[in-house]
């Protein structure tokens, strides 16, 4: 980091990365302004940008002198209460009902190496990372707003977030809102891309101009939720893969969130990322702080590609466990839709077994297993084996299925309670309601209330116990509904409005504990599919199961557009049955596996029940796989089509010695009377030579460049070719 310090006492911070500078500067009347925030520029004294904007101000003074006025200044976090009326970053309330704030700096620090944030994900890197650290104070009311800013220089990323400590040594402070990050850009000719959806329908991409005004995207599910996605980018208008100016923001948190982008009246953009501040608020005693959660921000010039492939290098080298970031996933075979909660100890078996017979590597026993579940109805929270169905303990069960030669793992739904359950008949109090009224259900059942510790402890208990008592290799841990209703029985009432965000401290703090306490297993995410997919989930979970949608072409839309922001190794994509069970379509299994060859591949289909030619297929696949999981799991993307999502979707992944690609196309539908079109490849060696498949011919990297791979004659719907290619020279 360069800091330079001019001689109109003003100070500028060069936060700069392999490609991208974050530039801060402190103004002599202590404002901290955000002068650039863009391509690599080399640290100089480019204060003259803060001084020409307030030069070419239309607004003058009676003695003609231009005015200074914040709202044209393009800010880091900005204050609500002088003369800037655009949405503010935060919003306080003083102990005398005044709502001003004059946060202005006081001093900063710089360091090495990233500290994690206090009971939150956080983005951390050894060897990477370089931390600005400034401290503004408010004069009047005593509050310190500690922004971090770190650098990620060979990453190419930067990550912000916030922390208020209320210095009064007598007044309470209240906080009604609280972004992690805002970022204004002397810019508003933008696009607004990001990821909406709904239950099996997750992450499609979304893309409109921004218009004057505010423009937002969020959640107040007490998820990150389907709906949305916690990311968002400005972009300039024609971005594609490859070319445009992006400026994107993904949350590293899974609760409440809103994203917004204010078109302002000077053709300026404020662009902002946090914690929701519908139903939020937080009380500060005299000397307790509040840590907001982290956004990590990412700028680059050449496009979404490199947006995403930014994203996921940061996410594997930097957020996800060590133990998993570089370690290729077992290919599951999951019981769901394969069984639901139809299965005895014998179906679990020959499931194994017939999983194992064709290369499979870890035997997943889904819902229906402990209590009384033998439908959606009953039993979350009574975590106890349900012996007579499994024929015997559970242990006794994982001895079974370990000896056909593959390991086990486990569903679980710890942050729920059924209405009938022995936990609820118990603890009433400890489900999310609002006394005196119902509590409503949802899939027939309850969210625990964790905000409340001692859930949070009974959670990491019955967890701890099954760990440790089984040998269980994977856990899939899933969350079925939103809160509604939501009030605490544990919380004071003036409190009450901090209970989403204490409910994901309470789930972080489970997960920690648990995560830690047994390293050996690995956990895979799961809200409905992908209604908690996000980047703070990925932190103590490095994969999610991506969507229930587990249709081959619905899932094209799905992980193209979940990949933009996550790496294909944390995306599970499963082949499945035909019909499908979402959509009733039936494509050919090759494409049913070429598309779930895409991320992180499981199985998700009842082998009892499919034709041997199937089976056969789906060997050969699980062994192609295989031989490449190293190159999808570690590798690079390239998405080639699909973008705007029409008729074809291509994507080619690019192993990290760049020897291996691989590369998938998928044709929807059959275009009659067409002629053999051909399919270009992106980022190989110009000059190489390259193996396609087992062709005699060698290709040169220009050649596959510019000429492409020959589709050939397609003749069907879902029609889905794979090529594997290998660099010779
Ligand atoms: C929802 C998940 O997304 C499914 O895969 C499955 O685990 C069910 N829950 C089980 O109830």
Redesign the pocket.
């Known amino acids: 980091m360069t800091l330079i310090e001019n001689n109109k006492n003003r100070k500028l911070f060069f936060l700069n990365t392999v490609s991208s500078s974050l530039v801060i500067m402190v103004h002599e009347d202590n404002y901290v302004f955000l002068p650039y925030f863009g391509s690599k520029i080399e640290a100089s004294d480019i204060d003259y940008i803060i001084d020409g904007i307030t030069e070419a101000n239309y607004m003058a003074d009676t003695d003609n002198k231009k005015k200074f006025q914040l709202e044209l200044i393009p800010q880091i976090y900005p204050s609500y209460g002088y003369t800037d009326l655009k949405e503010p970053a935060f919003h306080f309330v003083h102990k005398d009902g005044s709502r001003i704030t004059d946060l202005r700096y006081k001093s900063h620090n710089i360091y090495k190496t990233k500290k994690k944030l206090n009971g939150l994900p956080t983005v951390l890197s050894n060897d990477d990372s370089e931390v600005l650290e400034l401290t503004l104070f408010d004069e009047l009311k005593k509050v310190e707003v500690i922004i971090t800013l770190a650098v990620f220089e060979k990453h190419n990323a930067f990550t912000k977030s916030v922390k208020v400590i209320n210095k009064n040594p007598s007044d309470d402070l209240y906080i009604e809102k609280i972004m992690s990050a805002n970022i204004d850009i002397q810019e508003s000719n933008f696009e607004l891309i990001h990821l909406a959806g709904a239950w099996a329908r997750e992450c499609h991409i979304k893309r409109r101009r921004l218009e004057q005004g505010m423009q937002s995207i969020g959640s107040i599910r007490g998820a990150s939720g389907h709906g949305q996605n916690p990311f968002a980018a400005l972009i300039s208008p024609n971005t594609d893969e490859n070319n445009g100016e992006v400026f994107a923001m993904n949350f590293v948190y899974s609760g409440n969130f809103i994203i917004s982008a204010e078109a302002d009246m000077h053709l300026n953009t404020r662009f902002q990322m946090g914690i929701n501040d519908f139903d939020f608020g937080w009380t500060l005693m005299p000397n307790e702080e509040f840590q907001t959660p982290e956004a990590v921000l990412i700028y680059t010039n050449k496009g979404l590609g490199d947006m995403s492939r930014t994203f996921h290098k940061l996410y594997q080298d930097c957020l996800m466990s060590n133990k998993y970031a570089y370690k290729e996933r077992p290919i599951l075979i999951?019981s769901?839709e394969s069984n639901y909660f139809d299965f005895n100890k014998e179906s679990l078996l020959k499931l194994a077994e017939e999983g194992k017979n064709i290369g499979a590597e870890l035997f997943v026993l889904?819902?229906g297993w402990f209590g009384k579940r033998n439908d959606?109805k009953t039993s979350l929270g009574d975590w106890t084996p349900n012996e007579q169905k499994l024929g015997g303990s559970l242990s006794s069960l994982i001895d079974d299925v370990n000896k056909k030669g593959i390991s086990f793992g486990l569903?679980v739904?710890p942050e729920m309670v059924s209405p009938d359950s022995d936990l609820f008949r118990k603890h009433p109090e400890w489900a999310i309601q609002v006394k005196g009224r119902k509590i409503e259900t949802s899939r027939h059942q309850y969210v625990l209330d964790l905000s409340n510790p001692e859930v949070c402890d009974y959670i990491i208990n019955f967890m701890t116990e099954l760990l440790s008592k089984n040998n269980i290799t994977y856990i899939?841990w899933?969350m079925?509904r939103n809160i509604t209703n939501l009030g605490s029985s544990y919380l004071k009432p003036e409190r009450q409005k901090e209970q989403a965000h204490r409910y994901m401290l309470g789930l972080y703090r489970v997960l920690d504990n648990i995560v830690n306490a047994f390293p050996n297993v690995l956990f895979e995410s799961?809200a409905?599919?992908g209604g908690r997919c996000d980047a703070g989930m990925l932190y103590y979970m490095p994969q999610v199961?991506t969507s229930?949608d587990t249709d081959a072409i619905e899932r094209l839309v799905i992980q193209y557009g979940a990949s933009l922001v996550y790496p294909s190794i944390s995306l599970a994509c499963h082949i499945s049955d035909i019909p499908n069970h979402q959509t009733r379509r039936k494509e050919r299994i090759e494409t049913r596996a070429n598309v779930a060859m895409w991320g992180n591949l499981g199985l998700e289909l009842n082998l009892n029940k499919i034709s041997e030619e199937d089976k056969k297929v789906i060997t050969q696949k699980l062994e192609i796989y295989k031989s490449i999981r190293s190159t999808v799991q570690f590798g690079s993307i390239y998405r080639l089509k699909g973008l705007n999502a029409q008729n074809e979707y291509a994507w080619m992944h690019k192993s990290i010695d760049e020897e291996t690609i691989v590369v998938n196309y998928v044709q929807i539908c059959v275009i009659p009377n067409l002629v053999t079109k051909r399919l270009r490849l992106e980022a190989l060696d110009s000059k190489s030579k390259y193996k396609v498949n087992d062709s005699e011919k060698l290709y040169t990297g220009s050649e596959l460049m510019n000429i492409g791979l020959m589709l050939g004659e397609i003749l069907e719907d879902a029609f889905a070719i794979q090529w594997i290619i290998k660099k010779v020279n």
Do not use: F, P, S, T
């Open positions: 999951n769901w889904d819902d959606d569903w739904e899939k899933d079925n799961c409905g599919g199961w229930d």
